[in-house]
């Protein structure tokens, strides 16, 4: 008996193995952008010196930004409510932010102020709010243009502002 269930069992197999056959895997998409600005256009050089840097980034009584382009983990063609949004760096360490007229939707902020800071060795600029706080490390800056690397929620993320 159990040399006949051997058998059937051998036979089984044999039976279905033409039925296998070798499956190519898909190749991966190619994120050569996801770890690099090239998908995000604008400086990618830093002032050296810690006075112009800031100058850049604030101007002598405030300078607003306004979001030019975003990529999301590689994507580009980001959201028009992200593409409204304005944030003005007061020389103070206070900031204000305006999430323009289009919602993104629920947890969408149209307005918010509180503190920022800079880490000029490191280049990470930190953003409070409330008791949250929103880091990033800026990647290029020139006095018309802003480039900002950071994570949210796990996900990479590049954005441009431009100077208003």
Known sequence: MLNSIKLIFLLIIWWMLP???VVELET???DTNVNNNSSISGPTTLPS???IFLSFLTGPNGKTWEAGQFTLQGLSGFQDCRLDD???LNPNGNYIFDGGTISCGGEDRSAAQDTWQIDF???RISFALG???FQGTITGLSETMLVI???YLGLEVK???DAQ
């Open 19 to 21: 039925a296998c056959n």
């Open 28 to 30: 991966p998409p190619d």
């Open 49 to 51: 010196d810690e006075a």
């Open 86 to 88: 304005k944030m003005t």
């Open 121 to 123: 060795a490191n280049r």
């Open 131 to 133: 008791n949250q706080t």
């Open 149 to 151: 690397q950071g994570t």
């Open 159 to 161: 954005a441009r502002y």
